[in-house]
């Protein structure tokens, strides 16, 4: 080794010691008789001190070192005379008496601080740079420490971690596959998993019993700003079991990186039902880390010869508690809100509670004091409330009152990174019925299981109401995982293609290999994915997964850094069999 | 749970315990009066018994049920009659009082039995019932504990695993990239890692310090039995280390898995330098379970009037103890092996050692006894011994020796899969000659570092003679793993690129990120990447990594069983602005 020591871990006891350290240049300070460097690695920080009287040569060469110059450095642990509390080394330096430039550096786009001056584009180009900060590298350490934890808890529970293959079978169901040509089968390509489900099926088939993997999954979609092509999925699958297995193992997965990557005890996950998820948050993954539930004034509203709620579906609103004293400019700032074309209402109407117990209404025109005062009531709204309302075609206006929620939840800070709650939300259909294509799409994924109790409606032709043994993990209002109990019979998979469309052929051509192997001894099974990513960020508390991915790529679905994709040439293109097509 | 035990739990303590057990019917036997059948999953086998005359119906059903039906069985453990003592279940059996089937089989395609009948074409297609195999499983299970331990060990000694990308650039130096096309970026394409090497290279230089990863990595190369398109990798880097350091870690991380997964002690690795391992194994990867080294006879064979001798550039042969009674037919045998095209070699000489002390060559004509014996003292023979000689052009001739001696070792039984001896071999050369290119290639890689003692060499023409800081770990006469110290000044890495041949322009456009990575403060860093098919294979004691990938492709790289590679439809090739060219 080059050093003896790491710059994190030397302390008052160390004194006396001669030691080697290795590192970054991360600032120097001249100060008359005296230089300091503070010296960087992963580990920490350790102040250098050289000092002109002493040793004048030493002292000017530390001077001509720049910011991330790569030093070796040799000498003495001293206890400083002013000591820095915030260091874990900060009651000692180095008193340096020899030292070696391993590397030199040119001055870095940008600082290598916490806060740094560094744009999103110019850090991504230079991720190699952006990847020194402080905050970069605990996002990755976190990382790690999310997956060991998984592993172990997932190692004890007997579930053994499978490879499956990364070049498969294209399947035109779903999102659209990343392919790759194949040389040794002109003609031909593989497929980048989206997931490793059939595969993970499978290995059920085969006995493997409980499965798990992390693995790089690939989704070739338009990206949005959290999108990734490539992603990571904590993939796990087991036999012999029902819904309820599912939810208390993958409970205590979460419970036990909770425990020990954060420290925080998470209390039993509650269930909601889907048709509960949207009723009273407009969302199949409400943020749960605050109140504010939908309530529906149908009965209220409706009938008093207000034209918007009249012709309305739905009039259903929040009680925002303690905004009553919102400001004309305020309220105008959530209509425009609303009114966005991503929100999509048409206006809103708000009702204060006064802190006399008066009511004053947008629609005072329409409601009379009483009527407002049981619209209040319905609300559970007290003096100092107030009641936002939204109204339209049902499912339309759910939607936008759940942008209405959020955004009033974020304005009243009760949506706290630190903060976490979690719940199931359990019972989603089974299908759902996609206008432009006029056909059923498989909500979860056409392996999914209907309730035993729904079969029936399959035959009788009630595909929208058939539920799913599906279910998410969701936690403050992301989805971190979803899973479902699985077809395992060939007759039952084979109608679910035939439904969704397939013919027999098709099913044929793309799960042929599936559904034979329903044929030798298919075991009852279940499983769950989760969103490595996303985890990661939101145990970091952060909003983007971006921050926890070592080298992310950006909009385009392009690495800027090493500046991919790019062309290829021709060589490579009539060994492949393939021709680019000008646009 | 649909089950309360496993199928490999349950013990003479059980017994009158009321249990549930799930899995496969691995076999039944009516005997009169009672049915038995095993009941299999991942855990084990468990015996169930039926008795005719106080259930007939139960024993009825349990009859009709044939092999690899999964049933959900409910009984009483009782004390077997008969024990069994290979099963670690066999003191008991379940008296069944219920069973249900939760699904039937149709005849699988083979047996479902450690030996077979099926051939291999058909268990790659029918994947998932060859995973039903004990022994198919346990590799998959040696292979996730050989994985955990890996991570265990470099976890303790402070690696960071990071997921590095998928989706890379594509360059042409080195293997063939296999590549992926680019929706967004029409006319591009990505190119899938043949390692992570330049992204734990920046890694370093963002000052990780320690990382690794179990990581996929892709080559589409013409394949040879025991290659696959994707392998997976142990993937390592250091920062602040030597040479030395490397392979003291890596010798404790392959101790430690010998330890934990065989419980095998493994003695220090000896280290050979690559010079040696050519001189005296004819190979850079040496079987070292036996000794039988090269023993060179330029200066006793030549000159003697042999013409084949006289005219051979290298006369080297070696020592086959106690085979000096080898048959005529033995003799010829090896004739024909040494003269078969992949061996080479043009003819074997021999001399036996007889048991008097005489000596009895096929060269005796140019030989006298006294030369003869001067052989044997040269190869230390002793009466019994057997001395087999090639001679030729010397690298050819080493070759083909280096195929004798491991022919021999395997006739003479000395290479036993369950003993393991390792080795680093060193001091590899930093280029080789390509004769049909006429240039130098990288023989590790562009990024690996020369011994700084031998950089001057460089300069005056004298590349060959170039020793890299670069290792082998062998095992078996197998390399587990390889790799070097890095490069980490700019300067001298745009040097290697010129040597093999990179204009300025060709290494900017290809490695320019990592050239301008290097003028940031690059700390000097090496890595070595572990092939873990292979590694788990070796644990394994088996010849084929397909044995321990739970879904390999076969010789054309396609995967049989979900029959992919694939054509895709036109408007998939339309939106990757590609076309599929006739040939």
Redesign the interface.
């Known amino acids: ?3 003896t020591h ?1 710059c994190g871990e030397l302390r008052i006891t160390d004194v006396n010691k001669t030691v080697t350290l ?3 240049l991360q600032k120097g300070r001249d100060l008359g008789g005296m230089t300091f460097i503070d010296l ?4 920490g920080i350790t102040q250098l001190a050289f000092n002109t009287e002493t040793n004048p040569a030493l002292c000017e060469k530390a001077r001509k070192c720049g910011r ?3 030093l ?1 450095v040799t000498g003495k642990v001293i206890e400083r005379s002013s000591k820095n509390k915030i260091l874990t080394t900060g009651e000692i330096e180095i008193e340096v008496t020899d030292f070696d430039i ?5 001055t ?1 786009p940008f600082t290598i601080e916490e806060h740094t001056d560094g744009g999103d584009e110019l850090r991504m180009k ?4 952006d ?2 900060r402080t905050t970069v ?1 605990a996002n ?2 976190l990382r ?1 420490q999310v ?2 934890q998984t ?1 172990k808890f997932l ?1 004890e529970q007997n579930f ?11 399947t ?1 169901e779903g999102a ?17 998993p989206q997931s490793p489900q ?2 993970k099926q ?2 059920m ?6 499965y798990y993997q992390i693995v ?1 999954c ?1 989704r ?1 979609e ?2 949005r700003a959290d999108r990734q ?2 992603f ?1 999925q904590i993939d796990c699958e087991m ?4 819904q309820e ?1 599912i939810l208390n193992m993958f409970e205590g997965l979460v419970k036990h990186l909770f425990k020990q990557v954060k420290g925080i005890d998470i209390e039993n996950l509650p269930r909601m039902t889907y048709t509960d998820a949207m009723k009273f948050y407009g969302c199949d993954k409400p943020d749960t880390r605050f109140e504010m539930k939908f309530v529906e004034l149908n009965d209220l509203a409706k009938g008093k010869g207000f034209p918007v709620f009249d012709n309305a579906e739905l009039v259903v609103g929040v009680n925002a508690k303690g905004c009553s004293e919102y400001t004309r400019k305020q309220l105008d700032e959530l209509t425009e809100f609303v009114k966005r074309p991503q929100v999509g209402a048409t206006g809103l109407v708000y009702a204060r509670v006064n802190a006399d117990g008066t009511i004053k209404s947008s629609v005072d025109k329409f409601y009379d004091a009483d009527a407002l005062k049981m619209w209040a009531q319905k609300f559970d709204a007290k003096p100092g409330d107030l009641i936002l309302i939204l109204a339209g075609q049902a499912d339309k206006t759910r939607k936008a009152l759940n942008e209405l929620r959020l955004e009033m939840g974020t304005r009243l800070g009760l949506r706290d990174v630190n903060k976490f709650s979690c719940l199931w939300v359990v019972d989603f259909p089974l299908l759902e019925f996609n206008e432009e294509e006029n056909r059923y799409f498989a909500m979860h994924h056409p392996f999914t299981s209907p309730k035993p109790e729904d079969i029936k409606l399959l035959d009788e032709n009630k595909l929208g109401e058939v539920r799913a043994n599906a279910y998410d993990m969701v936690i403050n209002g992301v989805e971190v995982g979803g899973g479902s109990v699985r077809i ?2 060939k007759n039952l998979q084979a109608k679910m293609f035939e439904i969704l469309g397939f013919t027999k052929e098709e099913a044929q051509a793309q799960f ?2 599936l559904m034979n ?8 099974h279940a499983g769950i994915a989760f969103g490595f990513d996303r985890l990661c960020s939101l145990f970091g508390g952060a909003d983007s997964i971006r921050d926890f ?3 992310p ?1 950006n909009n ?4 800027v ?9 021709d060589k ?1 293109l ?8 000008k ?1």
Chains 1, 2 share one sequence.
């Not at 230079?126 to 740079?129: A, D, E, G, S, T």
């Open positions: 080794m080059l050093r790491t290795c590192g970054w960087r690695d992963r580990y991330e110059f790569v070796k391993l590397n030199e550096a040119i870095p230079y991720r190699y740079l990847l020194r590298r990755l350490e790690h997956s060991q592993r190692d053994i971690e499978v490879e499956t293959p990364v070049l498969i079978k294209s035109p659209r596959d990343f392919v790759v040509p194949s040389r040794m089968n002109a003609g031909e390509f593989y497929a980048l059939t595969f499978l290995l088939i085969s006995g493997f019993d409980r790089k690939f070739d338009d990206l092509p490539e990571t036999s012999f079991v029902e297995d395992f019979n042929g290999f192997a329903f044929e030798y001894g298919a075991p009852p991915i070592a080298f790529k385009s679905g392009r690495d850094m090493i500046d991919a994709p790019s062309s290829i040439d490579q009539k060994e492949l069999s393939i021709a680019v097509m646009k």
